[in-house]
């Protein structure tokens, strides 16, 4: 008796156990609207997006003499029946319930009166009709969300048009000014923008792939997650639009890491700006809030040739499933022309950053010009392997290299224009050109040959008198009275040049400024028959020249140096930033100190009239192809005026305070 007696305690005991472990049980999660609540005029309909909640979500009205209600995904229809008002409720699958107050008015004698109340229309441009009849001509139509249907009307026929795949309202108003509405649905294989004003590009999940081609319409949106274009689509994109790189998804919640746009292999981005209308990638921070690794960047993967074991990599950045490599060195991946990059360069982890425009084994197909990037937390551009030739860059105020080349990258690069920050450096030691053959440095090919011409890059030094090449203390990631990126630490400026592991990039007709170091070969097997450093400018560096990549203060040997005074390659050492004229190179207002000193709108980098930068003796094109524009000037401007800026119009020198 007492074995079964102590079984049964035993038993008991094992079960109290387990009813004490059990899990709470998650609550249900009240849904939210916006709007908040309805106001719509008997016979229309209006539209509800549900912020929260979890579907699939079921709706409920009462009383349906007043309104009536559906729901597809995560959008109520309301439609008005008559005066009065009514209640809606919406459950969620684990329900949570919350109640939508609809309030109906009467409709006003001689209102619009549309001939369909929810028209349907493919997307990608195809088009149906709506009949008005009542109401005061002439009428005026709009489209809450123009990017998803755009409206026209002649007469009292209005001409619907689908471009994007989502939901819109149509108003339609007389010349009395009484309205009506109907809605638009515009139906396709693939949503790409979600949100109650449709604006957030990505449905919000880490990964976001675009299966098919999408034409994205002027306007201004927020960009979150990974939003892949994958092989056969082709993303292209309206001038003048703005892309707004986030983490958090139209609800507020985070959901994502290092927001970017990847146009993978065999995708394409068509993103074509105008002087007047450039595309912009940006922080969604507003402004004065803005600062470097707000969000990821823009990259792009192409199938042109590589020196990786395999011809097949993996791209920078902690990006999951995005390789790059191949054997099409004429590959295109489409087109970037006047585009703006800011504020981006998120850290993965150190040593493994998204880059502000990262390039992996493009093809020469590919078409890229007028690119700025600015204030970003890593390269501003860099070129993983690749064919692709560019003109009109700029990199502008970036945290670590301002043109990065390695991978066997072989393009061809003309005007270019580099500014740093003096109080902006990264922990791995900035330089305005790194270059490396490969990460181990063997000679395997294609070799990284790439050849730029006609490149100004200003360092720190010529930038404030008080500069110091000192972390923390000085270069602390300020910008004089923006915020300091938390994501990023601060490092030291080393080179002009910085060319390693068996690279064998050339560099003809530039000028560059104000570096602890002017040129570092850390060995002299980089120096070969395809490396050129030709008709090159430098001023005001603390050294000309060092063998080895070293900390502040510690940098010598006489290799670089030496092979930089080569008579034959008729390089200049010997000016100071003064003597080469330069209409007003400093980018911060001057003196610098350690307040709030905001960016100089007065910097211009052309030279002036008399200018050792000008003129024939400047410049040699001997041996360059075609592809190179013959001038008779060293650097990336051919004089000081508003006619040689090809900066104007489409860059921005102080986005941290545009408005978006």
């Not at 922080?283 to 993967?301: E, T």
Request: negative net charge; contains cysteine.
């Amino acid at each position: 008796m007492n074995s079964i007696i102590k079984l049964g305690v035993s038993i008991a005991a094992v079960a109290i156990m387990f009813t004490g472990c059990k899990e709470e049980e998650t609550p249900p999660v009240i849904p939210t609207f916006d709007p908040k609540s309805v106001s719509v005029v008997e016979g229309d309909p209006a539209l509800v997006t549900i912020l929260t909640g979890v579907g699939e979500f079921t709706v409920q009205s009462a009383p349906l003499s007043v309104a009536t209600a559906s729901v597809s995904g995560n959008e109520i229809t309301i439609q008005g029946v008559s005066e009065g008002n009514a209640i809606v409720t919406v459950t969620g699958r684990d329900g949570g319930s919350a109640e939508l107050a609809v309030f109906v008015t009467q409709r006003p004698e001689n209102t619009p009166i549309p001939s369909q109340n929810h028209v349907i229309v493919e997307e990608g441009g195809s088009a149906a009709t709506v009949t008005i009849t009542g109401g005061t001509p002439a009428f005026e139509v709009t489209s809450a969300h123009p990017h998803i249907a755009g409206v026209s009307i002649s007469g009292s026929t209005v001409t619907v048009t689908g471009y994007s795949v989502g939901t819109t309202t149509v108003a339609v108003k007389g010349a009395d000014n009484l309205s009506a509405n109907f809605i638009v649905e515009v139906q396709g294989d693939e949503q790409i923008f979600f949100g109650p004003d449709k604006t957030q590009f990505g449905n919000g999940d880490k990964n976001f792939e675009i299966l098919r081609s999408h034409t994205i319409r002027k306007g201004v949106y927020t960009m979150v997650g990974w939003i892949k274009v994958e092989d056969g689509a082709t993303l292209t994109i309206d001038k003048g639009t703005v892309f707004k790189g986030t983490d958090y998804n139209y609800s507020g919640e985070e959901v994502a890491t290092g927001s970017s746009l990847i146009i993978l292999q065999g995708g394409k981005i068509m993103a074509e700006g105008t002087a007047e209308e450039p595309i912009v990638f940006t922080s969604a921070k507003p402004k004065g809030q803005r600062q470097a690794a707000d969000w990821g960047g823009v990259v792009i993967c192409g199938r042109a040739k590589n020196n990786t074991t395999g011809g097949v990599q993996q791209i920078e950045g902690g990006i999951i499933g995005a390789p790059h490599g191949g054997d099409n060195d004429d590959d295109n991946s489409g087109v970037l022309r006047y585009v703006r990059i800011e504020f981006g360069g998120y850290p993965y982890q150190e040593g493994n950053e998204i880059n502000g425009l990262t390039l992996g084994s493009v093809g020469r197909g590919t078409t890229i010009e007028y690119v700025q990037v600015s204030y970003c937390g890593d390269d501003s551009f860099e070129w993983f392997a690749g064919t692709v030739n560019s003109k009109y860059l700029i990199a502008y105020h970036g945290w670590d290299d301002d043109f990065d080349t390695d991978a066997g990258f072989s393009g061809k690069i003309q005007f270019a224009l580099a500014v740093r920050d003096p109080r902006i450096a990264d922990t791995s030691n900035s330089n305005g050109f790194e270059s490396d053959n490969n990460s181990s440095g063997t000679d395997a090919t294609p070799l990284t040959a790439a050849i730029f011409s006609n490149v100004t890059v200003i360092g720190p030094r010529v930038q404030d008198p008080n500069f110091q090449n000192v972390k923390d203390t000085y270069i602390n990631g300020y910008t004089w009275g923006e915020t300091a990126s938390s994501q990023i630490t601060p490092g030291i400026f080393q080179a002009a040049m910085h060319i390693r592991r068996n690279s064998r990039i050339s560099c003809h007709n530039s000028v560059f400024v104000g570096f602890p170091v002017g040129l570092i070969l850390e060995s002299d097997g980089t120096i070969g028959a395809n490396l050129n450093i030709k008709n090159v400018f430098f001023a005001d560096m603390g050294l000309i020249g060092a063998d080895q990549n070293s900390t502040a203060g510690s940098w010598s040997g006489d290799i670089s140096a030496n092979y930089f005074k080569t008579p034959a390659l008729n390089n200049r050492w010997d000016l100071t930033i003064a003597e080469l004229q330069l209409k007003q190179p400093n980018s911060k207002t001057s003196p610098v100190g350690t307040t709030y000193s905001p960016n100089d709108p007065t910097a211009n980098w052309g030279p002036v009239a008399g200018s050792p930068l000008l003129g024939a003796a400047a410049a040699d094109f001997t041996g360059l192809d075609a592809f190179f524009t013959p001038v008779t000037y060293a650097g990336a401007f051919a004089s000081d005026s508003d006619e040689d800026n090809w900066t104007k119009g489409w860059a921005n020198f102080d986005p941290q305070n545009a408005d978006y």
